[in-house]
């Protein structure tokens, strides 16, 4: 969520910089839209990964209950 308010900041401040010809402004406004972009990538990587970890785990605790349950039937 930050990312993307920070990406909103960004584009504010590149088009007032643009409207007004202030190419600081403008350039500021490209550096925070892009970190605003990094930071909303980083993010979703997050989110997939833990999601991954969590399949992971979920897969490994059926793999140990059939593994016990094979041992118990001997």
């Known amino acids: 969520m930050a990312g993307m308010v920070e ?3 960004g ?3 590149e ?3 643009a409207l007004t010809g202030n190419k600081d402004l403008e350039s500021d406004g490209k ?3 892009r970190a605003g972009e990094t930071k909303e990538k980083v993010r979703q990587v997050k989110d997939k990964t833990e999601g991954l970890l969590e399949k992971i ?3 490994a605790g059926e793999v140990v209950d059939k593994a016990k349950d094979a041992l118990h039937r001997k």
Request: aromatic share 0%.
């Open 7 to 9: 990406q909103a900041k």
């Open 11 to 13: 584009q504010a401040k």
């Open 15 to 17: 088009a007032v910089g």
């Open 31 to 33: 550096a925070d839209r």
């Open 57 to 59: 785990e979920h897969k």
